[in-house]
């Protein structure tokens, strides 16, 4: 084999490795992308029903249950438009109420309500993640600064 030929497939087997690294790369990074979608937009069927995916919004005032002897958990998360159910089994965060923000991650069921794997709170009252705030249509608060 000539010195030419063997620096050609260097070349090409580099090409190779380089393609199949960016290639798992971009698959790896895909799936673990947890997308944020409203109420308005997941009741317009603009959420994925194969993978999970980020819920925001406002707890719906009076709508907490708790199922008696279990950990489950429903609520209904509004973004004062449209409302969608959401189950979750577990303990939840200290700042977790009604009337407040949250941010749940799972997935959504056949019966369109929304089975959450972790939930979090808003946790400070002059911070929403950007995203519940623009789904809301409220200003986002200035954080503070010291």
Not at 84 to 112: C, Q
């Amino acid at each position: 084999m000539t010195p030419r030929r063997k620096r050609l497939f260097a070349v090409i087997a580099i090409l190779v490795g380089v393609s199949a690294g960016v290639t798992l790369f971009l698959l790896a990074s895909r799936e673990n992308l947890l997308y944020f979608y409203s109420p308005t937009q997941i009741l317009a069927g603009e959420a994925p029903r194969d993978r999970a995916f980020r819920i925001g919004g406002l707890v719906t005032t009076g709508s907490l249950k708790r199922t008696d002897g279990t950990l489950e958990i429903r609520f209904v998360v509004t973004d004062n438009r449209e409302s969608v159910p959401v189950r979750y089994t577990g303990l939840l965060p200290d700042l977790f109420s009604e009337g407040k923000g949250v941010i749940a991650r799972g997935r959504l069921a056949e019966s369109g309500e929304f089975i959450a794997d972790e939930v979090l709170a808003k946790h400070d009252e002059n911070y929403m993640p950007p995203e519940v705030a623009a789904s809301l249509h409220m200003p986002t608060p200035a954080r503070k600064t010291e």
